[in-house]
């Protein structure tokens, strides 16, 4: 069983590798971060196209989080002043609002700084 929380993030994407480089370095969470892409995914409880479409925070006891939700338990975890800004993201209407920007950006992270084409992610099931 592990003992700390894992973030799971898409590590082909340079955005998505640069915001995790920041986690590390600002916020200090303790977590383990791996790239979907390495991590025994089935060992976390995930699939490959839950992990390609939002990065994802897996508690040692196995809860899998995604998207705004990961981003609100990161803070939470981290603590300090990050906590209390995680607790709000956890809060309707806050909550609405960080699913919907997280979305907005994680759609169009090809598009942000550090993106490449390799960044886009793969369109829901419905929407191609």
């Known amino acids: 069983m592990r003992t700390r929380p894992v973030l799971v993030f898409d590590g082909d994407c340079g955005f998505c ?3 995790v480089s920041f986690v590390e370095r600002r916020l200090r969470p303790g977590c383990e971060t ?3 892409q390495f991590a025994d995914l089935a060992a ?3 699939t490959p196209e839950r992990a390609a479409h939002e ?5 040692p006891t196995g809860l899998v989080y995604g998207g705004a939700r990961a981003v609100a338990k990161i803070l ?3 603590g300090r002043g990050w906590a209390l ?6 809060l309707p209407p806050a909550r609405w609002v960080a699913h919907a920007v997280y979305r907005l ?3 169009n992270r090809h598009r942000m700084p550090g993106g490449a084409a390799a960044c886009a992610a793969p369109a829901p ?3 191609r």
């Not at 800004?85 to 956890?90: D, E, S, V």
């Open 125 to 127: 099931r419905g929407r």
């Open 55 to 59: 990065v994802l925070w897996v508690t």
């Open 17 to 19: 590798t640069s915001c």
């Open 85 to 90: 800004l995680g607790a709000l993201l956890m």
């Open 76 to 78: 939470l975890y981290t």
């Open 44 to 46: 976390l409880g995930v």
């Open 105 to 107: 950006v994680a759609d």
């Open 34 to 36: 791996v790239p979907w």
